[in-house]
């Protein structure tokens, strides 16, 4: 659940009413789920980490999180897109890239969050 904590403290970053953060993480706490297959159903067992797939809700949250996470980094769409997960940023130099790159991982290492070196040069 430590990264439901992160997902809703970018809810506040971005000013959601305590009340819809609430209940959004109301939805998360304890939640069960089981898998169902043709030989037939697994008991239910607890989701201890990470969102809900498949939730029209999911989809929003990750917007908002990749908006807090990169907003040191976003310029005109001709120089930076977002890609599902990933981030595309492009400048006239190397150099300015990798500037861009450094403050690309402010935002998620502020929150905790690890940025793997290795895909990022």
């Not at 997902?7 to 819809?20: A, D, G, I, P, T």
């Not at 940023?89 to 190397?94: I, N, S």
Request: glycine content about 6%; hydrophobic content about 35%.
């Amino acid at each position: 659940m430590v990264l439901m904590q992160k997902v809703w403290r970018c809810l506040m970053e971005k000013r959601f009413s305590e009340k819809y953060a609430g209940i959004t993480k109301d939805m998360y706490v304890g939640a069960t789920t089981q898998v169902r297959s043709t030989v037939g159903a697994t008991d239910k067992f607890k989701v201890k980490v990470g969102m809900h797939q498949g939730t029209a809700l999911s989809h929003y949250m990750f917007d908002i999180v990749m908006d807090v996470m990169t907003s040191k980094v976003r310029e005109e769409v001709s120089w930076s897109a977002l890609l599902t997960d990933d981030i595309l940023l492009t400048d006239l130099t190397r150099e300015s890239v990798q500037l861009k790159i450094e403050r690309g991982r402010e935002g998620p290492e502020s929150r905790g969050l690890k940025t793997s070196k290795t895909k990022t040069d």
